[in-house]
Each structure stands twice: as C-alpha cells, then as structure tokens.
C-alpha cells in the first residue's frame, strides 16, 4: 500500500515536519484552551469591585435627595438623560454580559443596562420607576477589559511563536544526527569512501553510528577483496594467454585457418580480462576538474571518423563541470562504441541544457537508428554480465554499461536508455548542474 504502514496522505513525508506539527498542534490546542478559559473567567476579565461599587453609587443616588444628587452628580459626571439621548450598546463578548449581569443582580432583575467603551465610554441604567429617563454613569477607568483581547491574543501569539521556536531548535537537534547518517549512506551507495562517524553523541544515535560504522568497514573490505581477486585473476591468466598466443603464432605455418581462429580467441578473452580491469578502476581515486564535455567528446569520436564520418556530432555550447577526464572518456567511449556496435549508421552525439522543474542538467545523448531495446530491459541491462538479448546481438562481456553506470553515479550523475521514435536507441546521461 502506498506510503507503507502509518502514513497518512494529509500528513507531511518528512520525521522533522511531523514532529514540528505534532509540537505546533498541542500548542495551539492548549493555547485555544487556556484562552477559552480566560475569556470564560469573570473573575479575571471583569473588575468586581468596580461593579460592586457602581452598583452601589447607583443606589445611593437613586435614593438622594436632590441635593446630594447635585454634589455625586458634581464628583462623578452621573447624569440623568432621556431615552432618546442613550445610544445602543456595544457587545464585547463575554466581558459585556458578565458586567451587566452583576449589575442586574445587585440592582434588581428589570434593570436595563447599556455598556459602550468606545466613543464617550459609559454606562446607562434605568429601571421602570424612572419612565424615561436613564441614568449615565462615565467610564472613566475603562473597567471592562473587553478592549484587551488582542493584547492577550497577541500575548498568547508570542508564546506560541517562542514555543514554535524552541520545539524548532529541538527536533532539528534530533534530526541532524539522521541527515548525517543519511549523507554517509548515499556516499557509501556512491561507492565512495567515508569518514567514520562520531559515536560520542546521545546513546541511542552512538549504537545506530557505531553498527553504522561496522558496515561501513565491511562493506569496504568487501569491496577491497573483490578488487584485489579481479586483479589477481586477470593478471594470473594474462601470462599463460600470452604463451599461447606465442606458441599459436609458431604454429601458424602448419594449420593457418585453426591458428587465426584461436588468436581469435585468444583476443576475446584479453579483451574481457581488460573489461574486468576496467570495471574494477571505476576512476574514483582520479580528481575532478572543470572540463569541457565537448572536447572530450570530439577526443573520443576523432579517431573514429578517421577516414569517414561514423559518428555525427551536434554540440551545444554548454558550461564547464567537474568531471574525471580518463573516466569520463571511457563512459563516451562505451556508449559509442555500443551505439556502433548495435546501432550501425546513423550514430549521433548530441549535448544541451534541459530544464526539470527547479533543476538545470547537461545532457550527453548517444543516439543510434538499431533496432532498439526491450523496455522491460533498460534498467537491468546496467547489471554486471547482463546483455540484451533479445533486441541486440550478445557479443560483449556485459560489462560496458555497468562500467558507465558506474563512473556515472561516481559523478552525481544519471544515465538511461530509451527508444527513439521511428527505432532506434538513446543512451543519456543527464549531469545536474548548480543552482
């Protein structure tokens, strides 16, 4: 099943985006639920004194004389005002109801009051032994804090955002220690050698590092000792083909047809010999420097064309890379030599600059008018000892394109084969240039 066992196609591929969700989410839900309870929570949003209080400025002035009114009108702004002055009030959720509330309970259930905090703040009361008149009661003080909550949205904004922050530094903490792993795993995929890892970190990452490590030494052993049989078999078998190539030379005037049939042969097996030396020295001890593609492609395909031309060249201007020179001519000189081998005339090298999506890549394309490939072989014919045997002839060792899968990945780079439209193959190479 796609995505394997716990994925989810809403949730992101990568470990750190999980993690850095999963911290976010629980913050937030947390942070939601904290608000929730602030803004639930008369005794802190609403200053019950002050309430109190007015409720009880209120009713010592509706139970003044007229004179005491004149000296609380005089202190406090309080005024009596007809209904057609008391404008409509403002709702500020939950602060308004919770204030109005408390008023209604201390000064009676048929109280009416309106609250506005904004332009002239006050506070209207009436009750139905006043017709219509109300009583204004100025805000000076502002004591709803309904006017607050942004500046505890905003404070809790911060809190999330330094959370979100400090959760941040803690999962990439985390993931460092996978990205270097990750590294070393592609270098060693590359056939390239690696450092050993540091094992002095967390406990848990020092046991993956160090079982990462001893596969590493294995797998570089391995590789050393298969090396050293290929060269110790070639070298072992180059002499005694040299002695029969000699004795079959001596002989040559006595059975002239059986002689040149056996130096055939003899040929053959020193050109494999050569193939298994070549597929052993995958060039990756050769430094790489800032070539020019196209001029290594004309040094192969000149002595080719010597005579006439087999190998039709359309060369794009492109920009230099860093390519191992010796390495590199070996994977034009097998791709060429295939393409000529199988593909008979109509042999073109072409290069140009592709776009992919965000990735610019130099592609090196070898094209041939044969009778082409099965598509279910393209992949396995980069296998050691593999040949297409169904589409193409069987001469060759099976060696020629695992060496150029080999140098190719060793470059960073990528090679495939396809089939042309109207027959015939393309063996690319597609080389990601900097962004």
Known sequence: ??????WHPLLPRSFFARTILLVLVVMLF?????????????????????????????????????????DIEEMTGMALVPTEEVPPGEVHWPYSGIFTNQLREELGDRTQVRVRIHRDPAIWIHQPGYDHLWLKVPLYAHPLRGQRVWTVVAWLALIGMLSTAAAWIFVRQLNRPLKVLELAARRIGQGHSIRLLDTG???????VYRAFNQMAHDVEQASRDRSLLLAGVSHDLRTPLTRMRLSTE???????ELTEGMIRDIEDMDAILDQFMA??????????????????????????NVGQ????????????????????KRVLSNLIENALNHGGSGVEVCTYVAENGPRSYLVVAVLD?????D??????????FTRGDRARSTKGTGLGLAIVKRITDNHGATVQLLNRTGGGTEARVSFPLPT
């Not at 970190?201 to 046991?207: F, L, N, Q, R």
């Not at 190998?311 to 390519?323: D, F, K, T």
């Open 1 to 6: 099943m796609k995505g394997g066992p716990g």
């Open 30 to 70: 947390s942070k939601m639920l904290t608000l929730v309870y602030l803004l639930s929570n008369e005794d802190l949003l609403v200053d019950r004194q002050y309430s109190h209080g007015t409720a009880m400025l209120v009713r010592a002035y509706w139970t003044s004389d007229d004179a005491a009114r004149a």
């Open 201 to 207: 970190g967390p406990a848990e990452i020092a046991e």
């Open 250 to 256: 001596l002989l040559s005037s006595a059975e002239p």
């Open 279 to 304: 597929f052993m020295r995958d060039g990756s001890a050769e430094a790489s420097e800032p070539e020019d593609i196209n001029e290594l492609i004309r040094e192969v395909v000149a002595p080719l």
């Open 309 to 328: 031309e087999k190998v039709r060249l359309c060369l794009e201007p492109v920009p230099s890379i860093p390519l191992r020179r010796l390495s590199m």
């Open 369 to 373: 008018r044969g009778p082409g490939i």
């Open 375 to 384: 598509p279910t072989e393209c992949e396995a014919l980069f296998t050691p």
